[in-house]
């Protein structure tokens, strides 16, 4: 099954960040939570990565949660991401 692509910031991933998403065992319809997302790099690569499926992502930094709701717009709007704060 081929991927689908994503044009937006996921090529800003570390090569160290890059190797750990790419090894994850994803399906197009899987569910992930990302707990401690900062600005949404990991999160946005795997959205990315999803046709149905969908990426819950949390983290405590409002500043951070902002940060990735902006880079992960166009994934969020398409309902392949989802970007939370929590305490």
């Known amino acids: 099954c081929p991927r689908p692509t994503y044009p937006g910031p996921v090529t800003a991933l570390s090569p160290r960040l890059a190797a750990v998403v790419e090894a994850l065992p994803l399906t197009p319809s899987s569910f992930v939570l990302e707990v401690g997302c900062g600005p949404g790099a990991a999160a946005r690569a795997v959205a990315a990565r999803l046709v149905d499926g969908r990426v819950v992502a949390i983290d405590r930094s409002a500043t951070a949660v902002a940060a990735a709701r902006r880079a992960g717009a166009d994934l969020i ?6 970007v939370r704060q929590v305490a």
């Open 77 to 82: 709007a398409a309902g392949r991401l989802d």
